[in-house]
DNA sequence: GATATTATTTGAACACGTTCAAAAAGCGTG
DNA sequence: CACGCTTTTTGAACGTGTTCAAATAATATC
């Protein structure tokens, strides 16, 4: 069921993929020289991964895992909603860095709804569930309204998200535009947030959550 | 070089092609169907359309010229910018309401950076054109603060895609959920606009079209 | 230790999108 | 009509992701 031997071969084709992922690019890595070059068989590797997006699958859970490391690390000593979302989101793109040149293939297997990959899905609730906590966690020790603090890291988890879209398609050097962005952004939600409690904002940042709610599964 | 007959058969591959996706769907329309359906062989089928993909364009383009058509008839005697809005989007959805069930191949096809169906990239350049024009026409004759003006069309365009994107993932009978996005955002974002010139929002928003414009390009 | 059961491995085979060299058809010019 | 040139058509071939029945190795049961 689960030896200790199958998990090391298991392992083993990962890491064999996601190190010519980074090297060659998605696309250029063919599951036969996944294969090849870790070893196995063609069918072995099917074995242990059904499809190719699968090995993505456990590529994204591994970047959260790696922004979570290094938010956490970023966050300690940084106060500020603005600073602690700029660590947050900041951590994410050099937890995704080495990948960016294969982005828009990693896209087209991930949003596609009924992927295994697919960010929204059933398959990747825990890594959502995952990046939404860094959220929180960015959020904690802020001063946000309380009627807004529920919904607030799923939407920052969204916004994110938006940043990654824009960051796939980023073709300047380093990325640097969306590193602008980011330092652009983070600011002005951290304002948003400060003025939702006026008058004149809260009841439409009221309506936009309950129109969020309404229209959510 | 352009000869009738030409046309006629690219025109016979396409329009077999649009009335596969629709009925099989996306994934399980293959070129060798089409060309067979279509009475050619699978190499001239390829000779008109470089790809898979170039059809999805054609499909783009078609959509948003259908787009064009409804949103405008829909838009006459519409005033007022929440349900001209409404009107716009609904509009989109209308016309693209036929390939639903193949919006996940759809985004998979499109979304890709090096993709030439991309709806950021070069080839839709004349597409999105198009579709930014739309939303041009839906705030002629709508108050706008000028400064928001210019760049208006473009970001609600880019909301626009938003919706489409949450539309792909609407699994609810005929999309109503995301029906009920449009009806509670349209609002939302004209009383955005309306106070938009508020002492206390304003400044956020000129932040952030000058955020938008130096991101860009 | 022998045998049955389960886990793992294998590589051939399939269908697909795509490419390409060669053939065929169409066209203009003498 | 005959000749060259371009446009169009063809289907075999390639490499891909994926499937699968069969073979092998590991483990459990007696």
């Known amino acids: 069921m689960d030896h200790a031997k199958s ?27 996944i294969a090849t070059e870790a070893g196995v068989s063609l069918g072995s590797a099917y074995y ?24 956490t690390t970023a966050l300690v000593g940084t106060t500020g909603l603005s600073d602690r979302l700029k660590a947050a989101v900041h951590s994410g793109l050099d937890a995704l860095g080495p990948y960016h040149h294969f982005g828009g293939a990693f896209i087209a297997s991930a949003l596609p709804p009924q992927s295994a990959v697919n960010p929204f899905g059933e398959a ?16 904690d020790g802020t001063k946000v309204p309380a009627f807004l603090r529920p919904q607030l890291p799923e939407l920052l988890w969204l916004a994110y998200m938006g940043v990654v879209l824009f960051w796939v398609y980023d073709r300047s050097g380093d990325q640097r535009r969306t590193r602008m ?9 951290a304002k948003l947030v400060s003025i939702s409690r006026l008058p004149v904002v809260r009841p439409l940042v009221e309506e936009a959550l309950a129109l969020k709610a309404r229209v959510q599964a």
């Not at 993505?56 to 895992?65: C, D, K, M, Q, T």
């Open 124 to 139: 990747s609730r825990q890594a959502r569930g995952d990046a939404v906590a860094i959220f929180e966690e960015v959020i």
């Open 7 to 33: 998990a090391q071969t298991k392992a083993l084709v990962l890491e064999t993929a996601l190190a010519m992922f980074r090297s060659k690019g998605f696309a250029k890595t063919t599951m036969r020289a």
């Open 181 to 189: 962005l980011i330092d652009g952004a983070a600011p002005l939600i």
């Open 48 to 71: 242990y991964f059904a499809s190719k997006d699968e090995l993505v699958l456990e590529l994204y859970r591994e970047s959260v895992a790696e922004q979570r490391v290094r938010a």
